[in-house]
């Protein structure tokens, strides 16, 4: 069964950084497209960045330059890098999976349960 268990959020002040964690299990990191995505109460889920099975990534305009999404095969984890973070960063942070022929889709067909990140001083 697959599974994805996000960790690492928090509170963290403007201008800081934070590394999120999505543990995966039941399946190979390789032979998925890998996302983070993120939503605030009352406003659509977002795209902030992704990794296709081939390496290359993708990052919403805003997160390019600041976001940073890797994977660790060995250790089934898929990580999201946030530097310069802003108090418009505050959301729950998904991370999502797709077979690997769907790309970076905006419809990813297994997601974890979400960490919270709150940016503020």
């Known amino acids: 069964q697959l599974q994805l268990v996000e960790s690492g959020g928090g509170l963290v002040q403007p201008g800081g950084s934070l590394r999120l964690s999505c543990a995966a299990s039941g399946f190979t990191l390789d032979a998925y497209a890998l996302s983070w995505f993120r939503q605030v109460p009352g406003k659509e889920r977002e795209k902030v960045a992704c990794m296709n099975s081939d390496g290359s990534t993708d990052y919403v305009d805003h997160a390019s330059g600041r976001f940073t999404i890797s994977r660790d095969n060995a250790n089934d984890t898929i990580y999201l890098q946030m530097t310069g973070l802003k108090t418009e960063d505050t959301a729950v942070y998904y991370c999502?999976?797709?077979?690997?022929?769907?790309?970076?889709?905006?419809?990813?067909?297994?997601w974890g349960r979400g960490t919270q990140v709150t940016v503020s001083a």
């Open positions: 999502a999976a797709a077979p690997y022929y769907y790309y970076c889709t905006n419809e990813p067909m297994y």
